[in-house]
């Protein structure tokens, strides 16, 4: 089976996106990982790019639009709808979850306090999709 290899990052916390980056580069080298700081510049990637990503890992906290606002402008679109969103969030408030699954979320993963358990957390999130099939693979 093969993993996705086109994943969009919507987070504003830079250390965060850094973490990402070194935890794809390890794990999925062949991996595209794109990033967005903020709810408004990841809709602009999205509405002018043919190559959309596979899975979207998304935010909750963040300024301009946060991740629930993100995820309800992605599924009111027909043509972003069908990606996979998976909130990633230090927040495992249950409400939260909650709402994100409301909104068509397609996981919910709270984030792994240290860099290990982080790599760890991708792992088994890329060991999972390559056993999904999504609609822009």
Same mark, same amino acid.
């Given at each position: 089976?093969?993993?996705? =290899? ?8 830079? $250390?965060?996106?850094?973490?990402? =980056?070194?935890?794809? +580069?390890?794990?999925? &080298?062949?991996? $595209?990982?794109?990033?967005?700081? !903020? @709810? &408004? ?9 043919? !190559?959309?990503?596979?899975? *979207?890992?998304? !935010? *909750? ?5 946060? @991740? ?6 992605l599924k009111t !679109?027909?043509?972003? +709808?069908?990606? &996979? /969103? ?5 927040? @495992? +408030?249950?409400?939260? /979850? ?6 068509? %979320? ?5 984030? %792994? ?5 982080? /790599? ?6 890329? =060991? ?6 999504? *609609?822009? %693979?």
């Amino acid at each position: 089976m093969t993993v996705p =290899r086109r994943f969009l990052l919507i987070d504003d916390n830079p $250390h965060d996106q850094l973490l990402a =980056r070194e935890a794809f +580069a390890e794990l999925c &080298p062949d991996c $595209h990982l794109t990033s967005a700081s !903020d @709810g &408004p510049q990841a809709l602009e990637i999205l509405q002018t790019t043919d !190559d959309l990503p596979e899975v *979207i890992l998304l !935010d *909750i906290n963040m300024p301009l639009m946060n @991740g629930f606002e993100v995820l309800q402008a992605l599924k009111t !679109d027909t043509r972003l +709808a069908p990606i &996979p /969103v998976v909130m990633m969030s230090t927040s @495992g +408030a249950p409400e939260d /979850v909650t709402a994100a699954y409301t909104l068509y %979320a397609s996981s919910y993963l709270v984030k %792994a306090q240290d860099f290990p358990a982080f /790599v760890n957390q991708i792992e088994c999130f890329l =060991r999972y999709w390559a056993h999904c099939r999504t *609609i822009h %693979a």
